[in-house]
């Protein structure tokens, strides 16, 4: 599947918070969307996932332009994992998941054995399966997080969009969550804050600034000293990390 946005703008309340953004993710690729708060990540995003309407520009899958598809067949094809989940009504940790199941369905159906296969399968590889029973009300911020993706795992996508995944996760399961994401095959597009998470998973970003995409570029490339320090106005150090191999960001206080 291939996503593309081409010269994507957002108006809200008369201030453009997206001006002109473009950007593609082909295939299975794992593309980071970086940028301070403020810099317009969830607003794109959510154009992207018919949450907020576009003022100008297109937003095509495989080339269809989204306005012309139902949001149940949208709903199919991509995936969201968001930074807010709270509730109106209470639903247990499996009826959460469940929920992914829906675009699969006509109205009234039931929930069949292969949709409860399908959801215990998604708790199992997000480590929650002796949660299913659980209020998702009762649970912390970390597990409510992991329990959205497992309803994105049950919805069987072919991409996934996530806005900060890993936010109220403690280290473990930041990288426990970006590698179930990672081994699902999929195209992925992921607002993230933590550089060095996207150093490690992305292979590709798009870095936004006052709403428009400033740079873009194979990860490693992009992200450099020079460039945080003119997005996020804070000096660090660029470097390959001994074990690993891989770059990695240390940043150094003002203090």
Do not use: W
């Amino acid at each position: 599947m291939e996503l593309e946005t081409k010269e994507v703008s957002v108006t809200l309340s008369r201030k453009e918070i997206v001006k002109q953004a473009s950007l593609q993710v082909r295939d299975n690729a794992f593309v980071g969307l970086l940028g301070p708060n403020g810099s317009g990540k969830t607003t794109l995003l959510k154009s992207i996932y018919r949450v907020l309407k576009p003022s100008g520009g297109v937003i095509r899958i495989d080339g269809a332009d989204i306005r012309t598809m139902s949001h149940r067949e949208t709903a199919k094809r991509m995936g969201v994992v968001s930074q807010f989940n709270a509730l109106s009504f209470d639903f247990t940790v499996e009826e959460m998941v469940l929920m992914g199941r829906a675009p699969h369905k006509r109205a009234f159906d039931r929930d069949t054995e292969e949709d409860y296969r399908i959801a215990e399968d998604a708790l199992r590889r997000v480590d929650m399966l002796d949660f299913r029973d659980r209020s998702f009300q009762t649970l912390s911020g970390g597990e409510k997080q992991r329990i959205i993706l497992a309803r994105a795992l049950a919805q069987q996508v072919e991409m996934l969009i996530l806005d900060e995944p890993t936010n109220h996760l403690d280290i473990k399961y930041q990288i426990q969550i970006m590698d179930v994401v990672k081994s699902m095959g999929v195209g992925v597009l992921a607002a993230l804050h933590d550089l060095n998470l996207t150093l490690m998973y992305c292979t590709y970003v798009y870095v936004l600034k006052d709403g428009r995409i400033i740079a873009h570029g194979p990860t490693e490339e992009v992200i450099t000293e020079q460039l945080i320090r003119d997005v996020y106005e804070v000096d660090c150090a660029v470097a390959r990390h001994p074990v690993s191999g891989k770059l990695s960001v240390t940043f150094f206080s003002t203090l």
